[in-house]
Each structure stands twice: as C-alpha cells, then as structure tokens.
C-alpha cells in the first residue's frame, strides 16, 4: 500500500519512521531509567523531585601491618552485584520494567526495614519513581514524536 505525497509531507516515509519509533523507543527509554538509577549509586543518593541523600554507613576501622585506618566506601557498593543487578527487565510499547533479579537483599536496601529486635536498617532508596525522570522521559518522546513529523 502506497501513499501520495502531499505538499512537502510524505506519508509513507512518516509512517515508517513511526513504526520504527515504536518498536525502538520503549528499549531507548527503559536504558535512559536504568541509568538514572544506577547513578544514584554514584551519587550516593535517590532524585525524586529533590536529591535525598542516604544516610552514611557507619565507618569501620581497618588495621593493617603498619598503621590502623578508617576505611570508607560508598554506600550499597561492597561488590558492586547490586548496582549490576539493576537492568531492564522488559520493554514493550504497553509497559517497560526495571528492577533488579537475583539479589534478595535489594527491597531491603530500597525501602529500609526494622528486624525483630528492633533494629532499623535506614531506606536508601535507589530506584523508584521519580518526577526528574518522569520529566526527562516525556522531553525524549516529544523529541522523538517531532522526528516522525519532521520529514
């Protein structure tokens, strides 16, 4: 099936961006929120509509040979299987999924939790929904919508 162009529009070559788009934009946008939060790791904090940093890690002293030292590390960061566990987990049109997989200590982290005895283990937040990548994410698939009209 064949479209005429009219004026300065051509439809056919529209509509082939468009389905191009389609198929292209969930995945182009599920990496854009995974990096987001995989800089929350680098950060050291989670960015809603503000930056909220996590609160510190309690700082161990270290002994070696020759002196005794504080030795700090970022937070949620001891192997790194965390942060790579965040990935995207499905894309299509009609919904797009991050998370993590194969990492049982990961809500914990997220949402913070109190054990039996009473003892909290502070929220450090590192992926979520977001009002900076909400905004970001619409500003891209303006961009992309613009490109289909604009050939």
Known sequence: MSFKKIGSFNLDKSLRIFRTKKRELPRILGNKAVNFFKDSFRKGGFTDSSFKQWVPRWKRLSRTRTSRTIRERANLIKSGRLLR???????????????????????????????????????????????????????????????????
Do not use: C, W
């Open 85 to 151: 566990a965040v990935r995207l987990l499905t894309a299509s049109f009609a919904r797009i999924a991050i998370g993590t997989r194969g990492v049982q200590y990961a809500a914990r982290h997220n949402e913070g939790q109190t054990d039996r005895l009473g003892r909290t283990m502070p929220k450090r937040q590192f992926i979520g929904r977001s009002r900076k990548l909400e905004a970001d994410i619409e500003k891209r698939i303006k961009l992309e919508i613009n490109k289909v009209f604009d050939v």
